[in-house]
């Protein structure tokens, strides 16, 4: 099958597309025919050996947290499952196959993918490929980062970054559980926000007495989903460290606040299937800034590196 592949850390310049053994369902597994690939800024920041610590590599290795396809091998052990089902969800980490040299394979920028049935979701009938392959990650972060932060009805929520797609998917769950959600962008995407149900802000200077006059009740909590503003959160939470969670500025550990960057929550199936219903009913949206082949997976992650993709790159096997 063809794979894009590194074979050791560093920038986009490491990527190649290969033709390497096709990976099989072990016990416990399905295989995936991939349809779409959503690409994550984690990905490259797991290519740079950044995050080593949380997600060792054994070389070769291939990107890819997220994917949408259909199921066509079934392992022993799997029930629920069947050969043509259509799934989105989170690859395996490993495969097997004959190819020994490929033992540490892992991702889902490739033509097949491991997974397990508790990482997985049905994609409903009227989810676009593109949509189901968009959606795990920002939903299972979100998800995961309003259960730390405790967010419940009635409370004040600032998301900085909130465009993004970590961000958007904060926004629209946070408001379903009756929260008022304040959300840090540029201009060009306050019309957007406002259509999620967030009260945009935008960022930049003087953003903390925009904020306070949006949310003169004061904030309860803050998820920091892709921009550098932890002081700016600390002086909106009066000082305090408390309720504040990010998922990418590595000065948390030195300020003592929560930084969430993974392992995802375990079982997490049966939520995203009901973020899937939601989306495919009309009531969350993932925005696409644009399909890319998987031939140019390495120009998709330099667009993710650079910050400025209006919604979700995904990639076409």
Request: charged content about 20%; some cysteine.
């Amino acid at each position: 099958m063809q794979a894009v592949i590194y074979n050791e850390y560093g920038g986009s310049e490491v990527l190649r597309v290969a033709e390497v053994e096709e990976p099989h369902a072990g016990p416990g597994q399905v295989r995936l025919k991939v349809m779409a690939v959503g690409v994550n800024p984690i990905d490259y920041k797991i290519r740079y050996g950044w995050l080593h610590q949380l997600f060792p590599m054994h070389f070769p290795a291939v990107p890819g947290c997220e994917v949408a396809g259909i199921v066509d091998e079934v392992g022993e052990g799997v029930a629920g499952l069947s050969v043509g089902d259509e799934v989105l969800g989170f690859p395996v980490a490993g495969v097997t196959g004959a190819d020994a040299s490929y033992a540490g394979v892992t991702g889902a920028y490739a033509q097949y993918a491991l997974a397990k049935p508790a990482d997985i979701a049905p994609k409903p009938a009227g989810l676009s490929w593109e949509l189901a392959a968009a959606m795990p990650v920002g939903v299972e972060t979100s998800d995961r980062v309003l259960g730390l932060l405790k967010v419940t009805a009635g409370e004040t929520l600032l998301i900085h970054g909130a465009a993004g797609a970590a961000g958007s998917a904060g926004v629209q769950i946070a408001v379903s559980r009756g929260a008022t959600v304040i959300g840090t962008a540029s201009e060009a995407n306050h019309d957007y926000l406002r259509s999620l149900g967030a009260v945009p802000v935008t960022y930049g200077d003087g953003v903390v007495d925009r904020v306070r006059a949006a949310a003169p009740q004061g904030i309860d909590a803050v998820f920091d989903a892709g921009v550098d503003a932890l002081d700016i959160s600390m002086e909106l939470r009066g000082g305090t460290t408390d309720r504040i969670v990010t998922i990418h500025d590595q000065r948390a550990f030195e300020l003592g606040i929560t930084m969430s960057t993974g392992p995802r929550q375990q079982q997490f199936a049966p939520e995203l299937a009901e973020y899937a219903r939601m989306a495919a009913d009309g009531r969350l949206t993932v925005r696409i800034d644009r399909t890319l082949p998987l031939a140019e997976a390495a120009r998709a992650l330099e667009l993710s590196e650079a910050g400025h993709p209006r919604g979700k790159l995904v990639l076409l096997p």
